[in-house]
Structures are given as structure tokens and as C-alpha cells.
């Protein structure tokens, strides 16, 4: 903005013009002279009042620039503030969506685990008669077949229960494929028996003896479960441990892997370790 400044000639001019009406008699001036005063007096507040409004224009020209930058400014915050806006609700629905994944994602891993361990359940129970005998050469059973040489070996082991009418086999068969490729070892069998009780009588007597044998070699029984539940049994361990250090009177591992004691005159059995802890 430009301010006009009047030359000092003028402005002298104009002072003595206006010193010269106020000290001065008008009635000593002719009209003409004193209407000449009266128009330069006149002509000059004019200017003033021009130059006035000039500024008063500028000043107001600056007023509405800067309104209109205030106005710029402040559209450009509300921008800036709805861009933010939009970046933290878009934030907020992948958070919403990582969290939803996630929980499917856990759903999923509970459901996958509850089928696993129902198959595994399944499988276990379809074995639940069975018995796994480990350490037996191989081909000795080609002349009197696979269940006629567990019935030897179970004769030879445990002569006292060769008349239990409860312990009769139903099938018996050496496993497909050996346990341990990098090892040799001769393949297992799988007796089963008619009845669980029966199969409970020789585990019972098999976990009494100290040695099994056949024909001088020796020779193992164990239950006939699945990788995972074997894995089950070992992690209990620990557990059982515990408490029979505690006294608690751990009594044993129940089929397949479910841990059982007595605790306050009361059995307590868990299938699930994670239940446990």
C-alpha cells in the first residue's frame, strides 16, 4: 500500500492559504479573492478527503487479502483435518478387520485342534482292545501264523492266565512298515483282543514282570495308540511326578492319556493338560 506525500511547496502553500483565511480580516477581501480562497481551501480538503479514501480502500483491500488468506489457511486445515480423519477411520477398520482375522484365525486353530483330538479319540478307541508287541523276530510266525505265536508268547509269559476265558485274541498282524527306517528293527505286531478286560489282564501282568522273553529274546508290550497320544502321556510326566511327590496318590494313566488321582477322597482325571494348568 502506497501512501501519497504532498510536495513541501504545496503543502506551505496550503498551511499559509489557510493561515492567511484565519488571520485575515474577510471583510478586507474583495469576493472574487475571497471566493478564491474559499475554492482553494475547498479543492484542497478534497484532496485530503481523496487521498483519505484512497487509504481507507487500501486498508480495506489489505483487510479482505487477509481474510481471504485467513479463509485459505483454514480450508486447508479442515483439508488436512478430514484427510487425518479418513487415515484413522481407515486405520481403525484394519485394526477392526486384523482383530476379526485374528479371531477367526483362533476359531479356526480351536476347531482344528477339537477335530484333531476327536479323530485322535476315534482312532484310539478303534485301538482300544489292542495291543502292541515289540522285539519279536521276524518270520517266526510262517509256520503257525501271527495269532497262533502271540498265543505262545502270551502262554510263555504269563502261564496263570492260559485259562482265562476272557483273554482270547480276534486278530493279529506284524505292522506294514518298520518304525524306524534308519534302524533295523523287526516290524511290531498288533494282537486284539475280543475284550478290553482281557486285554487290561495282560498289560497288568506285563507291567508286573520284570522281563519278557521269547525264545531268549526280549521282547516288549505296550499299549497300541497313536504318535500324539503316546506325546499326550509323555507330557503328563511332569505332572504325575508332581504329585506323587506330594502324596497325592497318583494312581495311573487311564486310556488313552488321561491322568487320574485321588485328591481328598475324590478321583480326579484329566484328558487335556492344558486343563490341568
Known amino acids: 500500500m502506497t501512501k501519497r506525500r504532498n510536495s513541501p511547496q504545496k503543502k ?23 471566493r478564491i480562497m474559499i475554492i482553494r481551501i475547498l479543492a484542497r480538503d478534497k484532496n485530503r478527503l481523496d487521498s483519505l479514501s484512497t487509504e481507507i480502500k487500501e486498508v480495506k483491500n489489505s483487510q479482505n487479502e487477509i481474510k481471504d488468506a485467513i479463509t485459505e489457511l483454514q480450508s ?63 518270520e517266526e510266525e510262517r509256520e503257525i501264523g501271527v495269532e497262533g505265536l502271540c498265543e505262545q508268547i502270551i502262554a510263555g509269559n504269563f502261564p496263570n492266565l492260559g485259562k482265562d476265558t476272557d483273554i482270547k485274541t480276534q486278530e493279529a498282524q506284524r505292522t506294514l512298515i518298520r518304525v524306524n527306517k534308519n534302524q533295523p528293527s523287526t516290524r511290531h505286531i498288533i494282537v486284539k483282543f475280543t475284550k478290553y478286560s482281557g486285554k487290561e489282564r495282560i498289560m497288568i501282568a506285563a507291567r508286573e514282570e520284570k522281563s519278557l522273553t521269547y525264545k531268549g529274546t526280549q521282547i516288549r508290550f505296550a499299549e497300541h495308540l497313536s504318535t500324539e497320544t503316546w506325546q499326550a502321556r509323555k507330557e503328563w510326566e511332569d505332572i504325575f511326578n508332581v504329585l506323587k511327590q506330594k502324596s497325592k496318590q497318583p494312581r495311573r494313566m487311564l486310556y488313552p492319556a488321561r491322568l487320574s488321582f485321588k485328591i481328598e477322597e475324590e478321583i480326579k482325571s484329566f484328558l487335556d493338560r492344558g486343563a490341568w494348568v
Not at 478586507?28 to 479573492?33: A, F, T
Open 12 to 34: 506551505e502553500h496550503e498551511e499559509t492559504t489557510a493561515r492567511d483565511l484565519t488571520n485575515t480580516d474577510t471583510c478586507k477581501r474583495s469576493e472574487p479573492v475571497f
Open 76 to 138: 486447508q486445515v479442515d483439508a488436512a483435518a478430514a484427510r487425518m480423519d479418513e487415515v484413522e477411520h481407515r486405520i481403525s477398520n484394519r485394526a477392526d478387520k486384523l482383530i476379526e482375522n485374528n479371531e477367526a484365525e483362533k476359531k479356526r486353530e480351536m476347531k482344528a485342534k477339537e477335530d484333531n483330538l476327536t479323530i485322535r479319540e476315534i482312532s484310539d478307541s478303534l485301538k482300544r482292545n489292542n495291543i502292541r508287541i515289540i522285539g519279536v523276530p521276524e
